[in-house]
T-cell receptor, first 117, second 111 residues
Framework: NAGVTQTPKFQVLKTGQSMTLQCAQD?????MYWYRQDPGMGLRLIYY???????DKGEVPNGYNVSRLNKREFSLRLESAAPSQTSVYFC????????????????FGEGSRLTVL | AQKVTQAQTEISVVEKEDVTLDCVYE???????LFWYKQPPSGELVFLIR??????QNEISGRYSWNFQKSTSSFNFTITASQVVDSAVYFC????????FGAGTRLTVKP
């Protein structure tokens, strides 16, 4: 079972470069999320997509854009990378629409470690 | 605004000790969910438990137990008779409009 797949797993960028993190889930989940994890900060929500065709800002959206390409895929783009965006990025999916009646249990990818020099 | 606070940054115990991880949350919503996730050294995030705001019953699952108290906005997690394999970072999370995580508590269980 693939679950949630993120690519790439590692990436080194120079300041100002752009890149896209890809995420795909094969569980037919409605909701997808992008988080970043930094030491001492826990997981912070960047953007989420409650359903295909919708996206919303989370806690730390500045410097990022997202695309919910279809129900399976949710990509995160850094248009002009900055050192402050050095982090581990996690994609997650959930059966439940945010705030809905279902569990909201998140299934996470393995993470993508991004370093911006 | 919603917020999750895990005041304990790091905890170290010796195997077989009991340990409680604290979680305090803030939300304006009356309907919400609380979660605990585990992140072992391998890095993946593992779901442990979910509670909704209308169910204050405490839960026990093996050596794990959870105490949900709306009066104090707390959702604490206790591991009984800790084991080395329990060493991980544990995150508490709150779902109302979106899913927010606390900063995590790093638990080290020494043999």
């Amino acid at each position: 079972n693939a679950g949630v797949t993120q690519t790439p797993k590692f990436q080194v960028l120079k300041t100002g470069q752009s890149m896209t993190l890809q995420c795909a889930q094969d569980m037919n989940h409605n909701s997808m999320y992008w988080y970043r994890q930094d030491p001492g900060m826990g997981l912070r929500l960047i953007y989420y997509s409650a359903s295909e065709g919708t996206t919303d800002k989370g806690e730390v959206p500045n410097g990022y854009n997202v695309s919910r390409l279809n129900k399976r895929e949710f990509s995160l783009r850094l248009e002009s990378a900055a050192p402050s965006q050095t982090s581990v990025y996690f994609c997650a999916s959930s059966e439940a629409t945010l705030g809905g009646a279902n569990t909201g249990e998140l299934f996470f990818g393995e993470g993508s470690r991004l370093t911006v020099l | 605004a919603q917020k999750v606070t895990q005041a304990q940054t790091e905890i170290s115990v010796v195997e077989k000790e009991d340990v409680t991880l604290d979680c305090v949350y803030e939300t304006r919503d009356t309907t919400y969910y609380l979660f605990w996730y585990k992140q072992p050294p391998s890095g993946e995030l593992v779901f442990l438990i979910r509670r909704n705001s209308f169910d204050e019953q405490n839960e026990i699952s093996g050596r794990y137990s959870w105490n949900f108290q709306k009066s104090t906005s707390s959702f604490n997690f206790t591991i009984t008779a800790s084991q080395v394999v329990d060493s991980a970072v544990y995150f508490c999370a709150l779902l109302d409009n979106d899913m927010r995580f606390g900063a995590g508590t790093r638990l080290t269980v020494k043999p």
